[in-house]
């Protein structure tokens, strides 16, 4: 109850601020104020703009997301297995570690066109270099003495892997996950600046060439709101689903 | 004559050092150790912190080779970890924390494929010998520390294994709770009657638990300094007998921990 009373107080003051730089500057090219920029949220979703921006931006996350996750978990349990995986990939973790997706915006445009496939690609890229090397983390870091007990207990190679290892490491696929889910936003948004005709990164970059600031708010306001919300959705799921790892975000 | 369920025969574990100033040099953690346990018998491995208990446990356990000699379980050369000798590992990183005590103790049988039906039985019987009923749906980190020593008592319990290999399991125990846990285990013991290979660095404990007790000396190149048998009926407690006992121990004990001592400041006083 107070956590909320405080969250409203803490939006308020900023709105205040805003507002009162946005009368201080008075010009609503360079800073509109809440209500102006309220009055074009109202525009973009009564023309439909904004759902089906959202709409997009969210699609191809989810899509390039789920797939860099599918690819990501058992690349990291084999990295994290085999010293002959990690010490093969351990070049190429190194070389693309410095490597943001955004360096690569332009080349996926050449190989993939201007469609879907190019923001996808991208996203599948990040998340599956987040995902790997989370995992590979956890799989490395679980107890020498889980993997014994389990010997002892009569399991197998196979069943210490399936019954020890992956559990152990759930948590740490999801710190993964997270983190990829973040960068996620980041590169869908540039890669919509850079190449696209759709979606939240296209109406912030698309909205600059007709001085439209208000609409410029309106993008980077929903990308944190959604952000936020995919984040509550991600913490939710794994308090539920994911509660007896002990995970923890 | 039967075999002794365990065999160490002038057994040796050196370690290469992997970092560090003095990287590659060798250290001799156990030199020339030799003991045996016959089966149902209860032997405390007693000796000061550091000189290798952990590393000789381990190698029973398949989970090390040693450098030299050979560890025997019935005759037979040990290869690697196996059902017949179960471990109770010293801290609670061994257990499953993403499982509730139930799902701990039921995890041995469900890797060997026992029945549904048989594995409710098991567990409920060797979850009541532990006192855990009524935490049966507890993961680990809902439990206390002596609790958690209880499920991985269970855990290896509940598999039925020949020779018990326990690690200090109450070292990390307050005082009270080590008490009760040791005649717990003592009570366990009397009526299960496995081989125990207990180690530990508390005398008292040692004389309480143990039919033999094997005192260690202190590392590098530690081995056994004597074996005593503990003519003392159970449940013992303390006598007469038993002080006379542990007298004579902690004698034997303090010598080697004098020695450690020493060592570390003729390292100290020549690395200065």
Same mark, same amino acid.
């Given at each position: 109850?107070? #956590?909320?009373?405080?969250?409203?107080?803490?939006?308020?003051?900023?709105?205040?601020?805003?507002?009162?730089?946005?009368?201080?500057?008075?010009?609503?090219?360079?800073?509109?104020?809440?209500?102006?920029? $309220?009055?074009?949220?109202?525009?973009?979703? #009564?023309?439909?703009?904004?759902?089906?921006?959202?709409?997009?931006?969210?699609?191809?996350?989810?899509?390039?997301?789920?797939?860099?996750?599918?690819?990501?978990?058992?690349?990291?349990?084999?990295?994290?297995?085999?010293?002959?995986? #990690?010490?093969?990939?351990?070049?190429?973790?190194?070389?693309?570690? $410095?490597?943001?997706?955004?360096? !690569?915006?332009?080349?996926?445009?050449?190989?993939?066109?201007?469609?879907?496939?190019?923001?996808?690609?991208?996203?599948?890229?990040?998340?599956?270099?987040?995902?790997?090397?989370?995992?590979?983390?956890?799989?490395?870091?679980?107890?020498?003495?889980?993997?014994?007990?389990?010997?002892?207990?009569?399991?197998?190679?196979?069943?210490? !892997?399936?019954?020890?290892?992956?559990?152990?490491?759930?948590?740490?696929?999801?710190?993964?996950?997270?983190?990829?889910?973040?960068?996620?936003?980041?590169?869908?948004?540039?890669?919509?600046?850079?190449?696209?005709?759709?979606?939240?990164? !296209?109406?912030?970059?698309?909205?600059?060439?007709?001085?439209?600031?208000?609409?410029? !708010?309106?993008?980077?306001?929903?990308?944190?709101?959604?952000?936020?919300?995919?984040?509550?959705?991600?913490?939710?799921?794994?308090?539920?689903?994911?509660?007896?790892?002990?995970?923890?975000? | 004559?039967?075999?002794?369920?365990?065999?160490?025969?002038?057994?040796?574990?050196?370690?290469?050092?992997?970092?560090?100033?003095?990287?590659? @040099?060798?250290?001799?953690?156990?030199?020339?150790?030799?003991?045996?346990?016959?089966?149902?018998?209860?032997?405390?491995?007693?000796?000061?912190?550091?000189?290798?208990?952990?590393?000789?446990?381990?190698?029973?356990? +398949?989970?090390?080779?040693?450098?030299?000699?050979?560890?025997? =379980?019935?005759?037979?050369?040990?290869?690697?970890?196996?059902?017949?000798? /179960?471990? =109770?590992?010293?801290?609670?990183? /061994?257990?499953?924390?993403?499982?509730?005590?139930?799902?701990?103790?039921?995890?041995?049988?469900?890797?060997?494929?026992?029945?549904? &039906?048989?594995?409710?039985?098991?567990?409920?019987?060797?979850?009541?010998?532990?006192?855990?009923?009524?935490?049966?749906?507890?993961?680990?980190?809902?439990?206390?520390?002596?609790?958690? %020593?209880?499920? %991985?008592?269970?855990?290896?319990? &509940?598999?039925?294994?020949?020779?018990?290999? *326990?690690?200090?399991?109450?070292?990390?125990?307050?005082? %009270?709770?080590?008490?009760?846990?040791?005649?717990?285990?003592?009570?366990?013991?009397?009526?299960?009657?496995?081989?125990?290979?207990?180690?530990?660095?508390?005398?008292?404990?040692?004389?309480?638990?143990?039919?033999?007790?094997?005192?260690?000396?202190? +590392?590098?190149?530690?081995?056994?300094?004597?074996?005593?048998?503990?003519?003392? =009926? @159970?449940?013992?407690?303390?006598?007469?007998?038993?002080?006379?006992?542990?007298?004579?121990?902690? &004698?034997?004990?303090?010598?080697?921990?004098?020695?450690? *001592?020493?060592?570390?400041?003729?390292?100290?006083?020549?690395?200065?």
């Amino acid at each position: 109850m107070q #956590r909320t009373a405080i969250f409203a107080v803490s939006l308020v003051c900023a709105l205040l601020v805003w507002s009162l730089l946005a009368w201080w500057v008075a010009k609503p090219a360079f800073l509109p104020s809440p209500v102006k920029t $309220f009055d074009g949220a109202i525009e973009l979703i #009564r023309s439909g703009e904004l759902q089906a921006d959202i709409a997009v931006s969210f699609a191809r996350i989810i899509v390039g997301f789920a797939l860099g996750t599918l690819i990501g978990i058992p690349l990291g349990l084999l990295m994290g297995m085999s010293p002959l995986m #990690r010490t093969f990939m351990d070049p190429y973790v190194e070389f693309f570690r $410095f490597i943001p997706p955004i360096a !690569f915006v332009s080349l996926a445009v050449i190989w993939f066109g201007l469609g879907e496939t190019s923001k996808i690609v991208l996203i599948v890229y990040t998340t599956v270099f987040m995902v790997a090397i989370n995992t590979m983390i956890g799989v490395l870091g679980v107890e020498p003495d889980k993997r014994f007990a389990a010997l002892c207990l009569g399991a197998n190679e196979r069943q210490v !892997f399936v019954h020890v290892v992956i559990p152990a490491v759930v948590p740490n696929i999801v710190t993964g996950m997270k983190i990829a889910m973040g960068n996620s936003f980041m590169t869908v948004v540039s890669a919509e600046m850079v190449a696209a005709k759709s979606g939240v990164g !296209f109406l912030i970059f698309n909205s600059r060439l007709f001085l439209l600031t208000e609409w410029i !708010f309106v993008g980077i306001i929903t990308l944190g709101v959604m952000g936020f919300i995919t984040d509550r959705a991600l913490r939710i799921l794994a308090a539920t689903l994911l509660k007896r790892y002990d995970v923890r975000l | 004559m039967p075999l002794p369920d365990v065999e160490v025969r002038s057994a040796g574990r050196t370690f290469t050092k992997r970092a560090g100033p003095d990287r590659g @040099r060798e250290y001799v953690a156990l030199e020339n150790v030799s003991f045996s346990i016959s089966s149902g018998e209860f032997l405390c491995l007693l000796g000061p912190s550091g000189c290798g208990k952990s590393t000789l446990l381990r190698m029973v356990a +398949g989970f090390l080779p040693p450098s030299a000699g050979e560890v025997l =379980v019935r005759g037979e050369p040990v290869k690697g970890p196996g059902m017949d000798r /179960a471990v =109770v590992f010293q801290g609670d990183a /061994a257990l499953f924390n993403w499982l509730t005590t139930e799902e701990n103790v039921e995890f041995g049988l469900r890797m060997r494929g026992i029945p549904l &039906a048989q594995r409710r039985r098991i567990v409920a019987d060797n979850i009541r010998l532990v006192g855990l009923e009524g935490f049966e749906h507890h993961h680990p980190n809902a439990l206390s520390g002596g609790m958690r %020593q209880r499920v %991985q008592i269970a855990r290896v319990l &509940a598999n039925d294994p020949a020779i018990l290999l *326990m690690d200090e399991p109450f070292g990390a125990l307050d005082a %009270q709770t080590r008490g009760i846990m040791q005649q717990e285990l003592s009570r366990i013991w009397s009526s299960r009657r496995k081989t125990v290979l207990f180690i530990t660095h508390d005398i008292d404990e040692s004389l309480l638990l143990g039919d033999r007790i094997a005192v260690m000396t202190a +590392g590098p190149g530690a081995t056994i300094k004597k074996v005593l048998p503990v003519p003392l =009926v @159970r449940p013992r407690e303390f006598g007469e007998n038993f002080l006379g006992l542990r007298r004579e121990i902690k &004698a034997a004990i303090e010598e080697e921990v004098m020695k450690s *001592m020493r060592q570390v400041s003729d390292a100290n006083s020549s690395g200065g």
